[in-house]
């Protein structure tokens, strides 16, 4: 009987975040994802199990560390062993440095960075015992550089690359990939449709990303032999300046 093994993701949202899911469900994991209303993981549970996979919602704050504690105890005790944890959790907002509160500066920290120090640690416990495993952390543009009007976003996904540095050249040694892709563009999505037409016109060219290519760069960091494992890659449009 084939061993069940399951993939976290935190912060599954309407297109990258259900891509990877759906990808790594496809291949026979079990799909775990969170968001905070668990209501809204339901369509996507659906889509996964009616292409033949098994997928679970749960409703949780990613912030609290109550929470994430319970959420991978739960899945390792009642679900499978969690063998890929993905944080993908965005939390772009743009204010002018004035303008920025310490309570927005605070909460754009909490989601983008603490929440992810919380899932890989969490992660990383489970996955010590067993010498293996994969822990992703999505990051941005951000990741690599500020501008006007990002000074919190940035700030914590610089924080949040840091972090997956800092575990990389710990967990490596120990057999647990730790990757940081940086996703360098405007991603197909409802927001990107909406607030950006004249960018999301650019869809037909292969302007934005396609959450799908996104997921199969995940389903390949996974894959990676040991003896040349990536830690971060850049994915953009072929437009894309940089």
């Known amino acids: 009987m084939k061993e069940k093994k399951a993939i976290l993701v935190i912060g599954a949202g ?3 975040g259900s891509a990877i899911a759906r990808r790594f469900a496809r291949e026979g994991y079990i799909a775990c994802m969170t968001r905070r209303n668990a209501d809204k993981l339901q369509p ?5 199990q009616a292409e033949g996979g098994e997928a679970h919602g749960f ?3 990613a912030r609290k560390e109550e929470e994430m504690v319970a959420l991978i105890q739960k899945i390792e005790a009642e679900i499978a062993p969690i063998e890929v944890a993905v944080f993908n959790i965005g939390a772009n907002v743009r ?6 509160t310490a309570r927005v500066y605070f909460k754009v920290w909490e989601m983008a960075c603490f929440a992810g120090f919380l899932m890989g640690r969490e992660a990383a416990k489970v996955m010590l015992p067993r010498g293996q495993g994969t ?8 990741s690599l550089r500020g501008r006007d009007g990002f000074a919190a976003f940035a700030g914590a996904k610089h924080a949040l690359r840091a972090l997956a540095q800092s575990m990389a050249r710990e967990l490596w040694p120990k057999g ?5 892709p940086v996703i360098d563009g405007a991603i197909d999505t409802e927001f ?11 869809r037909a060219q292969d302007g934005i990303v396609n959450p799908d290519h996104i997921a199969e760069a995940y389903w390949q960091l996974h894959q990676q ?3 040349a494992w990536t830690h971060e890659m850049e994915i953009r449009p072929w437009m894309e300046a940089w």
């Open 44 to 48: 996507l549970v659906e889509q996964i």
């Open 135 to 142: 822990i992703i952390f999505t990051g941005a543009t951000a």
């Open 14 to 16: 309407d297109a990258t």
């Open 192 to 202: 990107i449709r909406s607030n950006f037409p004249e960018r999301y016109a650019t």
């Open 225 to 227: 032999p040991r003896d």
């Open 176 to 180: 647990i990939h730790v990757a940081h």
């Open 95 to 100: 204010f002018g440095i004035t303008d920025t």
């Open 59 to 61: 409703g949780s704050d």
